[in-house]
Each structure stands twice: as structure tokens, then as C-alpha cells.
């Protein structure tokens, strides 16, 4: 059975299952808004990709670094102690570019459009 709370239409006004904020700031644009540029942020990235756990974590704890460096060496250690390759993906992505993706789509089938007194049938 359908849960009744959710048949409820929207009201007019403020109502408070309306998101008005809208979805969360990504990484990116997030950072975007502090005055770093696309270039900034990829050559931050890259550098502290190559470092190890011990160096991410003086950079992550260190208050002379940049906002920049501190969130992505963050980012890092979180990917590394929940053992999820997702955050790394992102960075890298960010920093690398997304490999080109390639399909293949075959379609066989023919349309046939037969025109009657002005409408069209498919």
C-alpha cells in the first residue's frame, strides 16, 4: 500500500518537503567559487596523487597549506580509509580527463512512413 503522506500535493507557499537549496555543491564547483582555476586544480591534483599516506596526511593536517590541497589530500585519506576507489576515480577524472567512450549501435529495422490525406502513420 502506497504511503498516504506521499499522495499529498505541494501546497503554495513554504512547504517543507520542497528542496529549495537545491542538491549539494560539487568538489569542483565548489572550489571554482574560491578563485582557483581549472589549471590550478589539476596540477594540485596530480601532485598530491603521487605522494604517500604519510605526506597526504601532513598536507591534510598542515594549516599553512592551501584550502585546495588540504580538501583534496582529505578527499584522498577518506577514499583510503573507507577502501573506495570512488573518491580517486573522481580526482583523477578531474585531473586526467575521462577516457573516450566508445559504442557500437547497429539498427537494422526499417521506418516506413505512409502519408493518408495529410496525417502521417508509422
Known sequence: MANKKSLISFSKGFDPRRNIKGPPRKFVSAIADLGYSNREVSDAIRNLAA????????????????????TIAKALLNGLKKGSLY????????????????TNAAIDNKIEVIYIKGKSIT
Open 51 to 70: 605522494l604517500t599516506e604519510g605526506e597526504i596526511t601532513e598536507v591534510a593536517n598542515n594549516i599553512d597549506c592551501t584550502i585546495l590541497e588540504r
Open 87 to 102: 573518491n580517486l576515480e573522481v580526482i583523477i577524472t578531474r585531473a586526467f580527463g575521462k577516457p573516450q567512450e566508445t
